[in-house]
C-alpha cells in the first residue's frame, strides 16, 4: 500500500515569503505528526494531530508556524514570514492510535525547505 | 522531560565486523517505548524495531540485535557481520504513549569494503 507522502520534496523560497508544506498520511491512520531535521540532527517534534484537532503544538518554535488537517487526513503545516533559519527537512508521519500507545511512526521522505 | 543520548557521532568499521551502536535514555514514565530508525542516504527515516518498557528481553532479527537493560537506562544496537549496505545514520527514539517521537542526535555508521 501507499506510504506517507509529501509535497513539494524540495521547496526554495526568499525570506519573508509564506510557505505550505502537504502531508498525505497512510491511509486510516488517525494520528500524524510533524517534525523538523536541521543539517546533522535527529528530527524535533513541532505538532501532533490525532484525527482533526492538534493533541500537542509544544514544538512549534514560534507563531509563524501553523498547521492544519482539517478532514483527519491530509495535514498542511504553514510558515509565515519565513527565516533563514527555517531552512531544514520537514517530516511528515503517521501512526495508528491505540489504548496502549507506543504504535510505529511511518515517516514520509521529507520536504527540504531552502530560505535564501 | 525525556532525553536520549548517543554518544557515538560517527562509526567506521570494515566490511563483515560486528559493530554496536549505544543508546542512553532519560525519562520519569514508568511506561515508555524505545525505538531504532534508519536514515539510509535517501533520507527516508525507516523503523527497525520498537520495545515497551515492560519488555527487556533482547530480540534478535537476523544480523540485528537488540540488548535492553532498564537498570543502565540503555537500549543498545549491535550488526553482526556488517555490510556496505548497513551505511546509514541511525537513531534511537523513546515516547509515551501515542505522542511524539523524542530522538537522540544519531549515529552515522560506514561500511568500509
Known amino acids: 500500500g501507499a506510504g506517507v507522502s509529501q509535497t513539494p520534496s524540495n521547496k526554495v523560497t526568499e525570506k519573508g515569503k509564506y510557505v505550505e508544506l502537504r502531508c498525505d498520511p497512510i491511509?486510516?491512520?488517525?494520528?500524524l505528526y510533524w517534525y523538523r531535521q536541521s543539517l546533522g540532527q535527529g528530527p524535533e517534534f513541532l505538532i501532533y494531530?490525532?484525527?482533526?484537532?492538534?493533541?500537542?503544538d509544544s514544538g512549534l518554535p514560534n507563531d509563524r508556524f501553523f498547521a492544519v488537517r482539517p478532514e483527519g487526513s491530509v495535514s498542511t503545516l504553514k510558515i509565515q514570514r519565513t527565516e533563514r533559519g527555517d531552512s531544514a527537512v520537514y517530516l511528515c508521519?503517521?501512526?495508528?492510535?491505540?489504548?496502549?500507545?507506543?504504535?510505529?511512526?511511518?515517516f514520509g521522505p521529507g520536504t527540504r525547505l531552502t530560505v535564501l | 522531560a525525556q532525553k536520549v543520548t548517543q554518544a557515538q557521532t560517527e562509526i567506521s568499521v570494515v566490511e563483515k565486523e560486528d559493530v554496536t551502536l549505544d543508546c542512553v535514555y532519560e525519562?520519569?514514565?514508568?511506561?515508555?517505548?524505545l525505538f531504532w530508525y534508519k536514515q539510509p542516504p535517501s533520507g527516508e527515516l525507516v523503523f527497525l524495531i520498537r520495545?515497551?518498557?515492560?519488555?527487556?528481553q533482547n530480540e534478535i532479527s537476523g544480523r540485528y540485535s537488540w540488548n535492553f537493560q532498564k537498570s543502565t537506562s540503555s537500549f543498545n544496537f549491535t550488526i553482526t557481520a556488517s555490510q556496505v549496505v548497513d551505511s546509514a545514520v541511525y537513531f534511537c527514539?523513546?515516547?509515551?504513549?501515542?505522542?511524539?517521537?523524542?530522538f537522540g542526535t544519531g549515529t552515522r555508521l560506514t561500511i568500509i569494503p
Open positions: 527514539a523513546l515516547n509515551f504513549g501515542n505522542e511524539k517521537l523524542t
Open positions: 494531530f490525532q484525527g482533526t484537532g492538534a493533541a500537542d
Open positions: 491511509s486510516g491512520h488517525t494520528a
Open positions: 508521519a503517521s501512526s495508528w492510535t491505540t489504548s496502549g500507545g507506543g504504535n510505529e511512526q511511518f
Open positions: 520495545r515497551n518498557s515492560f519488555d527487556e
Open positions: 525519562t520519569r514514565d514508568t511506561t515508555y517505548y
